[in-house]
């Protein structure tokens, strides 16, 4: 009896041992496959172990309720979640969409109104001292002191003295800029020479084949001689200098005798047969400058008159035009010097 109540407990005991360490077996699994999943996994749920009953054979394995992972993520959201989601998810785009609001423009300021400035003054009449306007041709006529003493004997000068500064200014076109005036001193004759385009001078000269210079006799005993002349254009420039010079008067182109050295009133004015863009009218010898000024006025005319094909003559074709091929003015420089190039 004893035996057999022994062999019971013993049995009893081997079987409560038995599921004991089942137990704590299957445990120790679950936990290290939960370590091994998402932190997210929820734990195993682990039955607690039923009481043996009195035969031993009562007892129930343990049961370990674990999802895996995957079906835990293939559970599907709430539809509060996934609602919530899609919005976040659209509302950008919403934002993105929805029309701006319009901004209605501003109406236009109306410019107020500006009082009209007067109108400036009128300018001054033009003086004949303004300076010219570009294409102008500038003509500076003078007259010696002693020539007007002549003048009753002889008859008005038709280019200098009273109604000169008219008649001159007929002869050429609008573009010209005219002053005639008598001079009685040296420093007069060079200042109405600077800056002209053209100059015109009634005065005589000395004769340079028995004098020891070549001057000009401006009146009361005032001259102006070749040496003065080149010291003058030297001072001011080739630029200042007229294009076109013309001297009435006895001698003012007259050569020196052969083999004399004497510096001539075109070489003073830097004009000789080579110079281009430059000449001199002038006389050899005796004559009666009122009469030659006639004629001078017959060549400017031609020479400032444009052809029929627009072309203007030289200076050398209007002096043969206007007195015929056996004239005796005397030419110095540029021949081909044209009305035309005192206006480039």
Known sequence: MLKNSFRFLLVLLLVSVGGIISQLLATE???????????????PVVSAPMNLGPSGCGCRSTQVATKPAAEEAKKPEPPEAAEEKETAATEPDKEKKAPAAEVKKPAPEKPAKVKPKPAPPAPPAKDISTPPAPGTVNISGVRGYDVPAAAPLLGPAPLVGKGGQQNLSQVFDDKQNVQVQDIDSKGKLLDAMTGS????????ASDPQTGKDHRLLVGKGQMVSAQELAAHRAEVGDSKMPKLIILNGCDTASPPAPGKPVMTISQGLGIDQTTKGRAMLGYQGKVIGIQKEKEIQKILQVWSRPGPQGNYPTLRQAVIKALGPDHDVAIYGD?????SDLKK
Do not use: C, S
């Not at 699994?29 to 734990?43: C, R, S």
């Not at 021949?335 to 009305?339: D, E, M, V």
């Open 29 to 43: 699994g679950v936990e290290k496959k939960v370590i091994l999943q998402d932190k997210t996994v929820p734990a």
């Open 197 to 204: 385009d053209i100059f015109y001078a009634n005065m005589h």
């Open 335 to 339: 021949h081909t010097l044209r009305y």
